[in-house]
């Protein structure tokens, strides 16, 4: 369906690919790995015809419709959500305007009376086929499919005829994903489509993927979302793309073998190319072996050298020992939420929220999106007053709280070094630049300014930031938030290892499983505690 053929692409100096081919075949499932800025973005970008290849060849089959999410959404307004997905549709939603306008001249008597009869059954003929060719592409049911991608990725039937100025950044994302959904291309290009989802909408998403029956090439940095719908995996790194007939997990261990084979042939190369070149020392002023010695030359000119790809680089997160709490770390007791709106009533969140956070927990905190996740926690790090009941906090608990939102805390004029100096002040410049480069931030870097970053590289200063502190209680929101797969590791591992007390919202479920040892769960705005970790949470929810 798709093939890259021995293409090259380049920025300047800066060599991204290098005589790199990979195919795409019908009902492939292929995850798209590599470390960022390895060109993954670039791969999506040449297949949809946004970029071209410097040289090689990008050859897609006739009458094949790709489908690019991109993160990218571009300005979205002057429609309703269910209106912009609908348009997205791409030749069912033209026919859908086109009947529409022939309709329209249908009902006018007077257009009609001045057809011919030729005319007249030319118009009649076009008609039929247009209506024939809709109804065989699903046009009938097409709005209705519209409103259940919607429906599945948060967005209810209530809110699909709102205005798209009505709807925030990232629920925008959602509805740019469900214009691609609707669309059903046959090849299928998703550049993280389950950022700025919860997990009841990447739940739906992944089976809706799973029944998909065109090819799908995406990249995600959830580890079992990939996991559980891709069966093939393509990394780009290394000014390559390799292919691996496997899922996420065969992709590691398959790559590791990769790595040791590369290594070998290198070790030979060298050992090969050091005896070659002791020869033509040797015997370069000699006419008598003049010939070998040309040959030889050539030789290790024209020879491909064994290219090792670089370790991609990922945070070294490690916490402290943190200062021991006491056994209660929490208390909370008939806690309740409610928000004043601008009519002056009040929206409940939750209420009659009663449980105890002890030493050593590692908490899932779970629910529904909107269901008052991040406000619990917000009322936990005393970010907001609780409306009813109390929280406290036991003795000698030193809190520290992250949200995917807590990088517009930063000061937004300072530099990366300088943020981390101010809660620093005692240590010298050497640990605190030897702390940032734990986190990626080496050289020149240091100095960028906090309103330049991105997203990701926001969520890493925040992360410094706690590590920078004695802290024994972490209340993390989305933490893993615009942070790759190895990242996410490295961060699991510490905070597995982490002495202190955890509460977590977090819709990575790989995260979960290996980290949690309880789980509370806010429904209807009630709170039920599950004494037993994410699985035990799972398995009871799907017996209930």
């Excluded at 007077?110 to 030729?118: F, H, L």
């Excluded at 059903?184 to 029944?211: A, G, Q």
């Excluded at 997990?249 to 290198?266: H, M, T, V, W």
């Excluded at 290790?300 to 990922?314: A, T």
Aim: proline residues 3%; negative net charge; charged residues 25%.
């Amino acid at each position: 369906m798709v093939n890259l053929s021995n293409i090259r692409v380049a920025y300047g100096e800066r060599i991204l690919f290098q005589n790199s081919s990979v195919l795409i075949r019908p009902q492939d499932k292929i995850g798209l790995v590599g470390p960022n800025g390895s060109g993954k973005t670039t791969i999506f970008r040449l297949i949809a015809g946004e970029e071209q290849p410097d040289e090689g060849t990008v050859s897609i089959d006739p009458g094949v419709v790709v489908g690019y999410f991109s993160q990218d959404v571009g300005e979205m307004k002057g429609k309703s959500a269910l209106e912009e997905v609908l348009q997205g549709a791409g030749k069912v939603h033209e026919l859908s305007l086109l009947l529409e306008e022939m309709e329209h001249t249908m009902s006018d008597s007077d257009t009609m009376e001045k057809m011919s009869d030729d005319d007249m059954e030319k118009f009649m003929n076009r008609y039929g086929e247009i209506q024939m060719e809709y109804q065989n592409r699903g046009g009938y049911e097409l709005e209705s499919n519209a409103r259940a991608i919607l429906d599945g990725l948060g967005i209810p039937e209530t809110r699909q005829n709102q205005s798209l100025e009505n709807f925030s950044g990232g629920w925008k994302m959602r509805i740019a994903l469900a214009r691609i959904l609707l669309l059903n291309p046959d090849v299928l290009l998703m550049d993280e489509p389950t950022n700025h989802l919860d997990i009841e909408s990447i739940l739906w998403l992944e089976e809706w993927l799973k029944s998909f029956k065109g090819a799908l090439m995406m990249t995600s940095h959830d580890r079992e979302f990939m996991t559980r719908i891709c069966g093939r995996t393509v990394e780009a790194a290394g000014e390559s793309i390799n292919s691996y007939s496997g899922d996420y997990d065969f992709y590691l261990r398959e790559r590791e073998i990769r790595r040791e084979q590369l290594l070998a042939a290198s070790r030979r190369q060298q050992a090969m190319l050091a005896k070659e070149e002791e020869f033509i020392a040797r015997f370069a002023a000699r006419a008598s072996h003049a010939a070998q010695v040309q040959s030889r030359v050539k030789m290790i000119e024209k020879m491909e050298r064994v290219v090792i790809p670089p370790d991609p680089k990922v945070m070294k997160f490690k916490f402290t020992p943190c200062p021991r709490s006491g056994d209660v770390v929490v208390r909370m007791e008939n806690l309740g939420k409610a928000w004043p709106l601008e009519n002056g009533t009040l929206h409940p969140v939750f209420s009659g929220v009663s449980g105890v956070v002890e030493r050593g927990n590692k908490i899932a905190l779970t629910g529904i999106n909107g269901a008052g996740k991040s406000t619990l926690l917000k009322v936990l790090a005393s970010l907001t007053e609780a409306s009813e009941g109390r929280s406290e906090l036991g003795a000698s608990v030193n809190a520290g709280y992250f949200s995917q939102y807590s990088g517009d805390s930063l000061n937004m004029e300072s530099t990366i070094f300088e943020e981390l100096a101010a809660l620093l002040p005692r240590e010298s410049v050497g640990s605190i630049k030897s702390l940032l480069g734990a986190f990626q931030f080496s050289g020149d870097d240091t100095d960028k300014k906090i309103n330049v970053l991105s997203g990701g590289e926001k969520s890493r200063v925040m992360l410094a930031s706690l590590l920078a502190r004695p802290i024994n209680f972490l209340m993390l929101d989305e933490p893993t938030n615009h942070l790759d797969i190895a990242s996410r590791e490295v961060l699991l591992e510490a905070l597995q290892k982490f002495e202190g007390t955890i509460i977590i919202v977090s819709h990575d479920r790989y995260f979960l499983k290996h980290l949690v040892n309880r789980v509370f769960e806010i429904d209807h705005g009630k709170m039920n505690i599950y004494e037993g970790d994410y699985n035990y949470y799972l398995g009871k929810k799907e017996s209930d």
